[in-house]
């Protein structure tokens, strides 16, 4: 019986290396039958998407906290430390509630082991989550799934408002080749009875959907078709816009996260809350946008030099970095460091980066997912290029090089992005 978070976290990486993604929802059904199955006590907003997942939930909550609505938040990856994935309010999980949520299920585990259908990581965490939340005395919780929805491991629940962020080419092998494929794979957290708020705007994914939402027989709302984003106004410190819905229009929505992709995701928000939810008034709206904040995201980490930090971890994540580094700092070049697992797109995101980047300096983490740093720098065409295998030595060579009138942009994996994040934070310290 493991009694530390040491021993936990070491639980879950041999867990994870062993069981891997194993896609399908019996197991996750049986293990929350034998914990009684809290996931049934709890009211749900259920979001899945390509990127833009976390930013979305991050805006709603904030928007309900300001309210005065008592909300949970289950989110993956961490960035830090597993207890950020469960929330209440703006509280992790502590220790001593992780390790006694965890021993609830350890006999379950050790059960379904014998079984030969052990559950994975993420399907334990997922349980996890459900016990903890029903425990809190919680308003709803905002449920974001893990990879696709039709299958992911939290798509046992029963929302009452289900969002669709973004659909790009991704995870191929799992979820399709196409986007009509991925977008169908995302449409399954669609039940009956949940209104559905839908960032897609691209032809196939978008019919998709709203196939899926016709023949289920629940309102349907598109970004740019149903609800729009307009008088957007940039600066190198923030941005605002204006939202517009049926009978609901917002003037001058400040927030303090940069880029056209933020302003969408907070409209997705601000069309949760009016759809879903009675009550939510303007004030709540705009406070909660102008607070809400998502570390590792277009994070800003320190002036001089200039370094920001972004988990673009697939090639469509890319290409937003590329339009926010242009808009908000047109007049700066931009030198990356970049690292990535070895079963993303690393080849499309590198191809991405060449676009305009003076350097691009090549690492890798240790991690059994990551790839090694000689695949990216073969990978890779750009002319200034350069391979460094101590990620801690890539960043700080990046910075001394870095002077006026560029930035240091580090990227790739969210998880390699969580390592970069607490060296640089104490570094600067």
């Given at each position: 019986?493991?009694?530390?978070?040491?021993?936990?976290?070491?639980?879950?990486?041999?867990?994870?290396?062993?069981?891997?993604?194993?896609?399908?929802?019996?197991?996750?059904?049986?293990?929350?039958?034998?914990?009684?199955?809290?996931?049934?006590?709890?009211?749900?907003?259920?979001?899945?998407?390509?990127?833009?997942?976390?930013?979305?939930?991050?805006?709603?909550?904030?928007?309900?906290?300001?309210?005065?609505?008592?909300?949970?938040?289950?989110?993956?990856?961490?960035?830090?430390?597993?207890?950020?994935?469960?929330?209440?309010?703006?509280?992790?999980?502590?220790?001593?509630?992780?390790?006694?949520?965890?021993?609830?299920?350890?006999?379950?585990?050790?059960?379904?082991?014998?079984?030969?259908?052990?559950?994975?990581?993420?399907?334990?965490?997922?349980?996890?989550?459900?016990?903890?939340?029903?425990?809190?005395?919680?308003?709803?919780?905002?449920?974001?799934?893990?990879?696709?929805?039709?299958?992911?491991?939290?798509?046992?629940?029963?929302?009452?408002?289900?969002?669709?962020?973004?659909?790009?080419?991704?995870?191929?092998?799992?979820?399709?080749?196409?986007?009509?494929?991925?977008?169908?794979?995302?449409?399954?957290?669609?039940?009956?009875?949940?209104?559905?708020?839908?960032?897609?705007?691209?032809?196939?994914?978008?019919k998709v959907i709203e196939e899926k939402a016709s023949a289920l027989g629940v309102p349907y709302y598109q970004l740019g078709k149903d609800f729009r984003v307009c008088n957007?106004?940039?600066?190198?410190?923030?941005?605002?816009?204006?939202?517009?819905?049926?009978?609901?229009?917002?003037?001058?929505?400040?927030?303090?996260?940069?880029?056209?992709?933020?302003?969408?995701?907070?409209?997705?928000?601000?069309?949760?809350?009016?759809?879903?939810?009675?009550?939510?008034?303007?004030?709540?709206?705009?406070?909660?946008?102008?607070?809400?904040k998502w570390d590792g995201r277009f994070e800003k980490i320190s002036d001089a030099p200039l370094v920001i930090i972004d988990g673009a971890h697939n090639p469509a994540g890319?290409?937003?970095?590329?339009?926010?580094?242009?808009?908000?700092?047109?007049?700066?070049?931009?030198?990356?460091?970049?690292?990535?697992?070895?079963?993303?797109?690393?080849?499309?995101?590198?191809?991405?980066?060449?676009?305009?980047?003076?350097?691009?300096?090549?690492?890798?983490?240790?991690?059994?997912?990551?790839?090694?740093?000689?695949?990216?720098?073969?990978?890779?065409?750009?002319?200034?290029?350069?391979?460094?295998?101590?990620?801690?030595?890539?960043?700080?060579?990046?910075?001394?090089?870095?002077?006026?009138?560029?930035?240091?942009?580090?990227?790739?994996?969210?998880?390699?992005?969580?390592?970069?994040?607490?060296?640089?934070?104490?570094?600067?310290?």
């Amino acid at each position: 019986m493991v009694t530390t978070m040491k021993e936990i976290n070491q639980f879950f990486e041999r867990r994870q290396v062993r069981l891997g993604m194993n896609f399908g929802l019996s197991r996750m059904e049986t293990l929350l039958t034998e914990l009684g199955d809290p996931h049934k006590e709890l009211k749900y907003i259920h979001i899945a998407g390509s990127n833009g997942k976390g930013s979305t939930l991050q805006y709603i909550k904030e928007i309900l906290l300001a309210q005065g609505i008592r909300v949970a938040s289950f989110t993956s990856p961490y960035l830090i430390r597993m207890n950020e994935q469960l929330k209440v309010n703006e509280d992790e999980i502590s220790d001593q509630d992780f390790i006694d949520v965890f021993r609830k299920l350890w006999p379950i585990i050790h059960e379904m082991d014998s079984k030969g259908i052990g559950p994975t990581q993420f399907e334990i965490l997922t349980a996890m989550a459900f016990s903890y939340f029903s425990k809190k005395e919680v308003d709803l919780v905002l449920m974001e799934t893990g990879l696709g929805g039709r299958l992911d491991t939290t798509n046992v629940i029963q929302p009452f408002l289900s969002i669709i962020t973004s659909i790009s080419l991704e995870h191929t092998n799992i979820l399709g080749n196409t986007l009509g494929e991925i977008a169908f794979e995302k449409a399954g957290i669609i039940k009956s009875g949940a209104p559905v708020i839908s960032g897609v705007t691209a032809g196939e994914p978008a019919k998709v959907i709203e196939e899926k939402a016709s023949a289920l027989g629940v309102p349907y709302y598109q970004l740019g078709k149903d609800f729009r984003v307009c008088n957007m106004k940039r600066s190198e410190r923030g941005q605002s816009f204006s939202f517009a819905l049926a009978d609901r229009s917002i003037e001058n929505v400040e927030m303090r996260m940069l880029g056209r992709h933020q302003m969408e995701n907070a409209a997705l928000a601000i069309a949760a809350v009016t759809v879903g939810m009675e009550n939510i008034d303007e004030k709540s709206i705009l406070k909660g946008i102008g607070a809400a904040k998502w570390d590792g995201r277009f994070e800003k980490i320190s002036d001089a030099p200039l370094v920001i930090i972004d988990g673009a971890h697939n090639p469509a994540g890319i290409d937003v970095l590329k339009e926010t580094l242009k808009v908000h700092y047109p007049d700066y070049k931009y030198r990356f460091v970049f690292s990535s697992f070895k079963d993303k797109n690393y080849s499309e995101m590198l191809h991405g980066l060449e676009t305009g980047a003076m350097e691009i300096i090549i690492t890798e983490f240790d991690h059994e997912r990551a790839a090694d740093a000689k695949t990216l720098y073969e990978k890779c065409n750009h002319p200034n290029k350069s391979i460094n295998k101590d990620w801690q030595a890539a960043i700080t060579e990046g910075k001394r090089k870095t002077g006026d009138k560029e930035i240091l942009v580090i990227t790739g994996s969210l998880h390699f992005l969580s390592l970069v994040r607490e060296f640089l934070i104490r570094e600067d310290a």
